[in-house]
């Protein structure tokens, strides 16, 4: 299973993290975990490289881990990004169910 946390303060996100594989198939040939990768690899590129955001990002493929953190308060267009990136992993979650991936928001 992939644990996707979004940690927020005043309903800004100041990290985010997805961990573990999702175990849908094989290594490979996983498309759940294909998608929330791409979901959320995307997401920090678009931070960097469009929004210009300053983040931490520490990744490992082993582990499944990708995780972002926000030096700064992020702005309306990096919350968007986020928020999008949200609606995605809810979208497969409600696809291929919570046995996959597993959503929690929380508040610091």
């Avoid at 490289?49 to 881990?65: A, F, M, N, P, R």
């Avoid at 409600?94 to 610091?108: A, F, M, P, T, W």
Wanted: glycine residues 6%; hydrophobic residues 40%; proline residues 1%.
């Amino acid at each position: 299973m992939t644990k996707v946390c979004i940690w927020r303060k005043d309903n800004k996100a100041t990290a985010f993290e997805a961990y573990g594989h999702a175990g849908y198939a094989k290594a490979g040939i996983d498309v759940v975990c294909s998608a929330i990768s791409i979901l959320v690899s995307n997401t920090i590129n678009s931070l960097e490289l469009l929004c210009h955001e300053k983040i931490d990002v520490t990744v490992d493929e082993e582990s499944g881990l990708m995780r972002c953190v926000f030096k700064d308060v992020p702005s309306d267009s990096s919350q968007l990004l986020v928020d999008s990136m949200l609606l995605g992993l809810r979208q497969i979650q409600d696809e291929y169910g919570n046995k996959y991936i597993d959503i929690r928001l929380e508040e610091v």
